[in-house]
């Protein structure tokens, strides 16, 4: 099946404390995005990722991280989290950058006390 | 700032009534408008797309009308079903020139009652 996956779901932490998300996906797509979805707000994009090796900042890059070692995988990474990270992340990923449609992953709940 | 404002918040509708959402725009170089729909626990999924190119554009029970001028565009869900609850959500792409990224509205969310 088709899918973009992230792990965990669901997090607890405390302020400080790296952590990192997960997310793959089995399309074969070059680009791969993070956004977070807060009330109100929609979803704003962190950071994107062209192909392997290729990231860029998107409109709210601060405090977060990423990687592309593998064209399949785009992980998330928090060095220092703050409450104000708090939020519902996002993992998407496209076949390119012409085709509008992006597929999206579950999502991941983070709680930051 | 919001480039791209949805209203309205939430939308109360009757099966089998019409759910109207709207969409403004301030960026010109935006040139792809898809709808994304979202059920609670799920990531969004792409409902329907429009470019600037055509005014309107319907799949099944979903039309997008796009006022290029007004730099409005809206998603109209025609004989609404209890299973169009969900939250909407419109969004805006320059797409090469901007690393692909969607620019979402604030999202609607839709309760259909039976």
């Known amino acids: 099946e088709a899918q973009v996956t992230q792990n965990p779901r669901y997090l607890i932490t405390v302020t400080g404390k790296k952590l990192t998300v997960t997310c793959s996906q089995n399309?074969?797509?070059?680009?791969m995005s993070w956004y977070r979805q807060d009330p109100g707000l929609g979803l704003r994009q962190i950071y994107y990722s062209m192909n392997v090796e290729v990231t860029d900042k998107g409109d709210v890059p601060e405090g977060y991280k990423v990687s592309r070692k593998e064209k399949r995988n785009f992980p998330l990474i928090l060095e220092s989290p703050s409450p104000n990270q708090t939020s519902l992340y996002f993992c998407a990923s496209s076949l390119d950058l012409y085709t509008g449609e992006q597929f999206f992953g579950p999502g991941t709940r983070l709680t930051v006390l | 700032q919001q480039q791209v404002k949805q209203s309205p918040q939430s939308l109360i509708v009757q099966k089998g009534g019409i759910s109207i959402i709207n969409c403004a725009y301030e960026n010109t170089a935006f040139d792809y408008f898809p709808w994304y729909q979202q059920f609670p626990g799920k990531g969004p999924a792409l409902l329907i797309a429009i470019r600037p190119d055509v005014s309107e554009k319907k799949e099944g029970r979903f039309t997008i009308s796009f006022n290029k001028s007004a730099k409005q565009f809206s998603l109209h869900i025609m004989d609404s079903q209890p299973g169009d609850s969900a939250t909407y959500f419109c969004a805006a792409s320059s797409g090469k020139a901007a690393g692909n990224k969607l620019t979402f509205g604030g999202g609607t969310r839709v309760l259909v009652k039976p």
């Open positions: 399309m074969n797509h070059e680009y």
